[in-house]
């Protein structure tokens, strides 16, 4: 079974600075995929950035990046130069290997950006 | 390219009823999931669907059912709601299954059970 643990309930940062985002996992799966997802108050999912479990880069995607230590099992969000727009719930999630799409979802982060 | 669509946005039914959901996925797209969100118990898979098979399955009762057509829209029905089916209901598409693929997520529908 695969569990994601995010133990940050909420998180203030000012704008433009940076924030990290907790996200631990557990699987006994040796290869797996790692989701970080955005959802504002509309309540769509909006995807982030996605990291393989034999990837051995940390992935980016403009200001967001993937902090992955795999012999810890953590998979943090960086947030560089945060924006008011950055202001929503975040959730890290995980899908196992297998051609089924299910995606094992935390509790979430809620983000609140400050002036 | 257009996203995910759902319909309906919004939805209020009373306890008993049953209900319709449906979700049109990006073009291309074959695999469609569908995901419960509530306060209470977070994001829960239900189901999903690749070329109109079943593909995977979450823990929820017979009630809630789906399927999926050959333009690879799907439906999910609920029969014989109740007050705890109050939830976002999310679907999601992807051009197949697989680790990598990431899941585009449309808006939702917002289902209110009275």
């Known amino acids: 079974a695969q569990k994601i643990t995010q133990t940050q309930p909420g998180m203030f940062v000012q704008e433009k600075e940076a924030v990290t985002l907790d996200c631990t996992y557990d699987t006994s799966d040796q290869s797996y995929g790692l989701f970080w997802y955005k959802q504002p108050s509309s309540g769509e999912m909006i995807f982030l950035i996605y990291q393989g479990s034999y990837d051995e880069q940390n992935a980016t995607e403009g200001r967001y990046s993937l902090n992955f230590q795999k012999a810890r099992k953590s998979a943090n969000l960086v947030i560089s130069a945060s924006q008011l727009g950055d202001s929503a719930m975040y959730f890290c999630a995980m899908r196992g290997p297998g051609t089924a799409s299910k995606l094992t979802f935390g509790t979430g982060t809620r983000l609140q950006v400050t002036l | 390219k257009a996203g995910v669509t759902q319909t309906p946005r919004y939805l209020i039914k009373t306890r008993g009823q049953q209900v319709t959901l449906s979700c049109s996925p990006i073009s291309g797209h074959r695999s469609v999931s569908w995901y419960q969100q509530t306060p209470g118990q977070g994001l829960q898979f239900l189901f999903e669907y690749f070329s109109e098979t079943q593909r995977n399955k979450g823990n929820f009762p017979g009630r809630f059912s789906g399927r999926q057509f050959s333009n690879s829209r799907s439906e999910m029905n609920v029969s014989t709601l109740e007050l705890g089916d109050s939830a976002l209901y999310l679907c999601?598409?992807?051009?197949?299954?697989?680790?990598?693929?990431?899941?585009?997520f449309g808006p939702g529908t917002r289902l209110t059970v009275t």
């Open positions: 999601a598409s992807s051009p197949k299954g697989g680790i990598t693929y990431e899941q585009y």
